[in-house]
Each structure stands twice: as structure tokens, then as C-alpha cells.
């Protein structure tokens, strides 16, 4: 039995239903990909399926709108899989356990991947329909959006005719976003030597309870970054305390800001009771500084066994602890030009430990592409200072404001009409893939909007049932636009 057969709008549930049977986290599309491109041929519709799983599906006009301007419906089909610690699902493999309560969906123990499923769900239940009213419609699923944006910068988009587009990607209803920043991820190497393990005591030291949350939508927020806690606690208590790291990491995504992170560390047996109370002292510091925004935070540690592996010597220990120390994290720059908009930042979002390295894995992003580079450049300088080096990938383009766009003056009239209010026209820190589209598509003209998601990027994620009601409505009014 169908999960959400009774929510309305139906065909749109059933899909979004339908995609959330099969896993699409980034990089793990061929699943998702193949069901788009049969979904097409069953229909006998146009489509093209590349080298990058990206998908593209034609409708021509239904009767009465073959000379009204051509559209692109575009969103992507990956999502951010991730889950407990305690669920069971194999994310690769095993479909969504999806819940209704109240007015929202969300999916047991796992990100939902309403970002950007939903966008695909109205794509298909307007390609599915014979009874609404469209122009030709030129459906554009991209891949790894996710990851880097991937599909869009590798999709040819040279045959399809629409100058003008609708990106289904914003997570708050009302709210038609018309600019974003550029981005590019940054991995950052840090090489490490290891001895013997010493005789001694073995510690993990864990940071949680923290919010998270998107490194560009709720990078303003400022709330606090698991690894650079727990860098900061453990360069405050190695000042007084001689430690060895063993392993130490923390994140899921790069482009999400960390919940968790964890290290194991080596001291000397009678300097325990010393460290335990020093990471409580930090602990209710932090606990008083963030008391109106962290309120789960904690700073636990726990005995563990001994490591196999040895332990980082003491200058790798020190350089991997004063990395995190000065590594720059978190809002760089607010706009000069739009009130209340970050306009560059920098997250970091994954450390691992490997054999002989530790590797942070960083987003950058900014509405300025120079500020970006310099954001960079810092970045490769204090990482090239501590012995490391860098690699640079999945950069893209930002997205700039169009002050004559003939579809935003469309859309704010038509949300007015609709809703009886006016729709706010902002610019995103986040990255779309707006900036690449309108980069291969000269003179498009795009606006990105979508119902209410929350959480995305996390367990916690949900999508409100009455608000995709309502922008579905939203955006059947505006296909019938001629």
C-alpha cells in the first residue's frame, strides 16, 4: 500500500512516492536515471540520456499553445543520502521509509531528498498529464547537483529552443529567487607521520547535538561547526596537556555544515582526570556562548582501546590541531548591495583521517568570483604552511540578477493574483544551477522557486504537504500564460 496515495495533489505524490523507492544519492544514479528515460519511451516522448545520466525529456504544446514561447522545467535527481547512526538502511540500495504526519513527509531515520525530488515529481506529473494546459515544455534533470553541480556543467543543452526557464530548487514558498553565488569545493591534504603506539590512555573525544544545516541557505545563521569545536577543544587542552591524535573526523558533506565529530587521542594515564575536566570547563563555555542557538550541544569522552594503527607523532598532531585552529570558517562577507545577504563564506564539511594524511574537504562559495579566488588562495596558503597541498574541483558560475526579466514581472503578478500577497524576490547564497544554465544558454531567462522544505541536507528533513499543493497550483497558472 502506497504511503502518500491520499495526499493531494495525487500523480505528484505518486511519483515523488515512486523516487523515493529508488536510492539516488549522489553518484549512485543509473537507478533513477534508467526509470526517467523509460518513464519517456513508455510515453513515446522525446528524450536524450547521456555520458552523465543527465536526462532530457520533450513535450511538445498541448492544443491551443503551439505558438506561445517554449519553457525549461529543470531540477536534479540526486539528494543528499543521509541517515542515523542507529537506521538500518542501506542507502544505496534500500528505498525511503516514508511517514505523513500532520502536514508534513518526511522519511524515517534518513534525509528525505525533497531537495530536489519534488522538483522531479512535477516534472513527471505534468509530462504524465494530457489535460493541462502547457507550451512546449523542455524537461532538464541534471545529476550530482548535489556534489558540484556535475551534470549541469557537462549537459549539451544545444537542442533545446525555450529561452526561458523555471528551476524547481528553493526550499521556501513565496520566495522566487533571482541571483545566487558561484561556488567550488576544495580538498585540503595535510600529511601525517605515525609512531608506535606509547603506553598510555586512549580517549574519544565526540562533539554533537549540533543544528547543521546547509552551508549556503543557513550559513548566516552561524551555528557551529563540529570540527572546528572539536579542533578548538583539543588545541586549548593540548597547551596544557601533552596528547597524541590518533584519528579524528566529522561530517557527511561538504556542502552541509557538520552535526558531529570525533577524535581519538593518547595522553599520559595520570593526566586523565585533568582532561576530562578540562573538556567539561570548555564544554560549559561553549555551552554559555551558544546557549540562545546550540542548545544540545555537548563535548563527551569516553576510554577506548587501544589503535592498531599507532599514533600521529607530536609535530603531525600539532599541525593537524593548529590547522583547525586557523582554518577560516563559516561567513566571510555580507553584500554592500542586498540588505542581510552573505555574499562570500566558506565551510568546512568533511575531515577524514587516512593512512598518512588527514583530508578536510571544503565549499567555498560567493556572488563575487574574485572574492571566491582570494577565499581560495587562503585556503592553499595555510594549508601549504602545514606541509599540505590542495586540489580545487566542481566549480560554477553565479547567477546574475536580471533587472528586465519578463518572467519574474510575470510571476510576482500571477502570485498576487493566486495568494493575495506579494512574493519576495531575492538572491540565494546557495548555488543553483541557474548560473551554469544561463552560462550555456545565452539570454535565458530563469527564476527558481519551490514549496517549503526544511532541514534539507539532513535526518530532520520534511516537506509540507499543503504548501506543494499550493505551488503545483502555482505553477499549472503559469504554463497557462500565453
Known amino acids: 500500500m502506497s504511503v502518500l496515495e491520499n495526499l493531494e495533489p495525487k500523480k505528484v505524490f505518486y511519483y515523488f512516492e515512486e523516487l523515493c523507492n529508488i536510492p539516488h544519492g549522489s553518484g549512485n544514479l543509473d537507478g533513477i536515471s534508467s526509470y526517467l528515460a523509460e518513464f519517456a519511451k513508455e510515453r513515446g516522448l522525446f528524450h536524450i540520456r547521456d555520458a552523465s545520466n543527465n536526462i532530457i525529456i520533450v513535450k511538445e504544446a498541448s492544443a491551443g499553445y503551439e505558438k506561445t514561447a517554449p519553457i525549461i522545467l529543470q531540477g536534479h535527481m ?58 512546449r515544455i523542455e ?16 549537459i549539451d543543452l544545444s ?24 561556488g567550488m569545493r576544495t580538498d585540503c591534504h ?7 603506539a606509547p603506553q598510555g590512555i586512549y580517549l574519544e573525544v565526540a562533539v554533537g547535538g549540533l543544528l547543521g544545516g546547509h552551508s549556503g541557505t543557513e550559513i548566516n545563521k552561524e551555528r557551529t561547526n563540529a570540527i572546528k569545536l572539536l579542533g578548538l577543544t583539543l588545541q586549548q587542552v593540548q597547551n596544557r596537556i601533552p596528547l597524541n591524535l590518533v584519528r579524528i573526523g566529522g561530517g557527511e558533506k561538504d556542502n552541509a555544515i557538520p552535526r558531529t565529530a570525533s577524535a581519538v587521542v593518547c595522553l599520559d594515564k595520570g593526566k586523565q ?147 493575495g500577497k506579494e512574493a519576495q524576490v531575492e538572491a540565494l547564497h546557495a548555488g543553483l544551477e541557474c548560473g551554469i544554465m544561463t552560462a550555456k544558454i545565452p539570454g535565458l531567462d ?28 502555482y505553477l499549472l497558472e503559469i504554463l497557462k500564460q500565453k
Open 139 to 154: 524537461a532538464v534533470i541534471t545529476t550530482d547537483e548535489e556534489t558540484g553541480m556535475e551534470g549541469a556543467t557537462a
Open 190 to 196: 595535510i600529511p601525517v607521520r605515525r609512531e608506535q
Open 273 to 419: 582526570d585533568e582532561f576530562i575536566r578540562s573538556i567539561e570547563n570548555i564544554q560549559n563555555a561553549e555551552k554559555n556562548e551558544n546557549q540562545s542557538k546550540e542548545k544540545g550541544l555537548f563535548i563527551r569522552v569516553a576510554e577506548t582501546s587501544v589503535p592498531e594503527q599507532g599514533v600521529f607523532d607530536a609535530d603531525s598532531t600539532a599541525r593537524v590541531l593548529s590547522f583547525l585552529t586557523l582554518f577560516p570558517n563559516g561567513v566571510m562577507a555580507m553584500s554592500a548591495d542586498i540588505e542581510g545577504l552573505v555574499e562570500t563564506s566558506l565551510n568546512l564539511g568533511i575531515l577524514r583521517t587516512c593512512e598518512q594524511e588527514v583530508v578536510a574537504s571544503t565549499a567555498i562559495r560567493s556572488a563575487i568570483e574574485t572574492a571566491k579566488h582570494k577565499v581560495n588562495l587562503q585556503v592553499q596558503t595555510l594549508t601549504k604552511l602545514l606541509g599540505g597541498s590542495t586540489e580545487t574541483h566542481g566549480e560554477y558560475p553565479g547567477w546574475q540578477f536580471d533587472p528586465d526579466s519578463k518572467l519574474r514581472a510575470d510571476m510576482v503578478r500571477i502570485y498576487k493574483e493566486m495568494f
Open 159 to 182: 537542442m533545446l529552443r525555450a529561452r526561458r526557464m523555471l528551476n524547481i530548487d528553493s526550499e521556501e514558498e513565496g520566495i522566487l529567487l533571482t541571483s545566487c553565488a558561484g
Open 446 to 473: 530563469c527564476v527558481s522557486f519551490g514549496p517549503n522544505i526544511y532541514d534539507i541536507h539532513t535526518t530532520e528533513e520534511r516537506l509540507s504537504i499543503s504548501s506543494t499543493e499550493r505551488m503545483w497550483r
Open 78 to 135: 540526486d539528494m543528499v543520502a543521509v541517515k542515523k547512526k542507529d537506521c538500518d538502511i542501506d542507502m544505496e540500495k534500500d528505498p525511503l521509509r516514508l511517514k505523513v504526519e500532520g502536514d508534513f513527509v518526511y522519511a524515517e531515520g534518513t534525509s528525505l531528498g525533497g531537495d530536489d525530488g519534488i522538483a522531479v515529481a512535477y516534472i513527471l506529473a505534468l509530462l504524465d498529464s494530457e489535460e493541462i494546459a502547457h507550451p
